[in-house]
């Protein structure tokens, strides 16, 4: 069983709408979850992290946790084509273990 | 800040030759993770240092591997006996929280 799971995809959403990405996590004990975005080729860069339930907003993105559901998603607002990406969730169970998913594919179609 | 190096960017091996990796943290990084990616998976966790000390490593980790940190700055990754399936991207971060920055990764090919 998967510890974090997320839809391959790919997501496909036209330009300027909200993309909206989803991920669950096995571990009712984890602490700490952490969006990372990877484009084709290129090495993950932290996005956004967010550590209590509630949104967590930062520019066109917005974190959202909710630990009785287990489940984080991320919203990106006025999707541009430069963000089609590979979005990646990490959980992180208070060790020092980072566990990733295995990302969405998001396409932004001009 | 210089951002996370790793070297060599791409190596290419025959199966059963040994290769070593070496990352270059952020200066004043006091964590550096090894992580290893296939196509179409995410990173996947290989073992952490916090300075000098190696505080966790993956079951997943074979003997064949082992990772050093000797002064709690750079790092070497080993992989001895190289076989088709280490074939990977090698992926180095390093943080001072749990926020981590990623190098641009090793790709092995192993043939």
């Known amino acids: 069983q998967k510890e974090v799971e997320q839809n391959s995809g790919p997501l496909s959403v036209p330009e300027g709408a909200i993309a909206s990405l989803n991920c669950t996590y096995s571990d009712r004990g984890s602490q700490s979850f952490f969006w990372y975005r990877q484009y084709s080729g290129k090495s993950p860069e932290l996005i956004m992290s967010i550590y209590s339930n509630g949104d967590k907003e930062d520019g066109r993105f917005t974190a959202q946790l909710n630990k009785a559901s287990q489940y984080v998603s991320l919203l990106i607002r006025d999707s541009q084509p430069s963000d089609s990406a590979t979005y990646l969730c990490a959980v992180n169970s208070g060790t020092y273990k980072y566990i990733f998913g295995t990302g969405t594919r998001l396409k932004v179609l001009a | 800040d210089t951002g996370v190096s790793q070297d060599p960017r791409h190596k290419i091996t025959k199966r059963g030759q040994n290769v070593t990796f070496r990352c270059d943290p952020i200066s004043e990084h006091n964590r550096l993770y090894w992580y290893r990616q296939t196509l179409g998976q995410g990173p996947e966790f290989l073992t952490y240092?916090?300075?000098?000390?190696?505080?966790?490593k993956s079951r997943l980790l074979s003997d064949r591997f082992s990772a050093e940190r000797p002064k709690g700055s750079f790092s070497t990754l080993e992989i001895q006996r190289t076989e088709q399936g280490d074939s990977a991207m090698y992926l180095c971060a390093s943080g001072r929280t749990d926020t981590q920055y990623f190098g641009p990764g090793t790709r092995l090919t192993v043939l």
């Open positions: 240092f916090q300075n000098e000390a190696q505080l966790e």
